[in-house]
């Protein structure tokens, strides 16, 4: 896949509307993961040593098309020392940027227009720019007026990231150093249905973790106690460990789990063998066999993609036991040079933060629910319109 990037393009003196994607985790008034933005930081520093006038778009949170202050970004263009402008359909302020300039419009969100691509709310968008940047891949999959409604009104290019991003997991799609060796974790089978459809056609080896796991493990009979389980994916779970038999991809699923009698933090842990949960047990981690078996798995792989914890990484340690360890064995592995590494995923690459390991990791996906449609092997809309 070949998309018009930056660098086809002659910036100077432009006036750019670059989306990005600043939809980052604030609390108590401030940014606890700062990610999104510091992976943008390098499309933006080009396009201010080529002179352009760089106008940044985003979105934040789900306001639904009215004024949230809480979900205003006004706290991002802080964090990046520009001006900020309190309405993303203001013009005014564009007389008055200079080459090298760089602002942060107000959250497109406020607007309905923008996630139902409304025409004319991306024409007003785009009025008064010369070239439209995405740079923004985790929204890519999204049929937004930013993303895709802006490009029938302004030449149309990729930033550095995403092409970067398209690189990276096209290389990991069509030519993946064996064996490739997937981890997927996360709540749902719901909704990775079809990214586990794909996997197993193009992985060596797949481990279900989390409550995916729980699922996979409820289907083949065995307890789950009283715990997070989408029971009625049976028939789904079944098709999946028939599609990866019939793809020659080994199915690892979790061999014990890491229960409480409390669904909190502070619950006693103990590790339960799968087929020992006892009825009021509540399942809140992979347990230690499985982590043990899980980054054994390591040793032989070539290529690892990760997208999922593997259970309440939200809260710590002790009940993120699964992920925090897996996480750490994966960046030593990938830190001496035995294998590549690619993850995807907010709560994923969260866990990569929390072990201090984000930059011993091969490749770190901007997007969540881009990635896995990327995997899928689905078009994503906002790349689509950037093709040569």
Not at 186 to 208: C, N, P, R, W
Not at 209 to 223: D, H, V
Not at 255 to 263: H, I, Q, S
Request: aromatic share 8%; proline share 3%.
């Amino acid at each position: 896949m070949q998309v018009r990037n930056i660098h086809d393009v002659d910036v100077r003196s432009k006036y750019i509307l670059l989306r990005d994607d600043f939809n980052v985790q604030i609390v108590d008034g401030k940014i606890t993961d700062t990610f999104r933005i510091d992976a943008s930081m390098p499309t933006i520093k080009y396009l201010i040593d080529n002179g352009a006038r760089v106008v940044i778009c985003s979105h934040l949170g789900r306001p639904k098309g009215k004024f949230v202050p809480e979900l205003s970004l006004r706290i991002v263009a802080e964090y990046m020392n520009v001006p900020f402008i309190d309405d993303c359909l203001k013009k005014d302020f564009l007389l008055d940027m200079a080459d090298g300039d760089v602002v942060l419009l107000e959250n497109l969100r406020f607007y309905v227009g923008e996630e139902e691509n409304e025409d004319s709310f991306a024409k007003k968008l785009a009025s008064g720019y010369d070239v439209y940047v995405n740079d923004a891949f985790a929204v890519s999959h999204r049929e937004a007026a930013s993303v895709v409604g802006v490009t029938k009104y302004l030449p149309s290019y990729a930033g550095l990231l995403l092409d970067k991003e398209i690189t990276n997991l096209t290389k990991l799609l069509n030519n993946p150093l064996r064996p490739l060796v997937a981890y997927v974790g996360g709540s749902k089978v719901s909704t990775k249905i079809k990214v586990l459809e794909q996997i197993v056609k193009i992985a060596d080896k797949m481990v279900v973790g989390g409550a995916m796991g729980t699922t996979f493990n409820y289907a083949l009979g065995l307890p789950v106690g009283d715990s997070l389980c989408e029971k009625d994916m049976m028939g789904t779970v079944n098709k999946i460990i028939k599609l990866a038999v019939e793809n020659d991809c080994k199915l690892y699923l979790p061999l014990d789990k890491g229960v409480g009698k409390e669904f909190d933090k502070n619950a006693k842990r103990e590790n339960r063998d799968a087929d020992k949960i006892k009825d009021d047990d509540i399942i809140m981690d992979d347990g230690d066999k499985t982590i043990a078996r899980n980054i054994e798995l390591l040793n032989d792989a070539k290529t690892v993609i990760w997208n999922g914890p593997f259970g309440l990484a939200e809260w710590g340690e002790k009940w993120g036991r699964a992920s925090f360890d897996f996480a750490r064995a994966l960046a030593k592995h990938t830190k001496d040079g035995n294998l590549e590494s690619i993850v995807g995923g907010g709560d994923t690459v969260s866990v990569l933060d929390a072990c201090g390991v984000l930059d011993d990791i091969s490749y770190v996906s901007t997007g969540g629910g881009a990635f896995l449609e990327f995997i899928e092997g689905r078009t994503l809309p906002g790349i689509k319109v950037l093709e040569k």
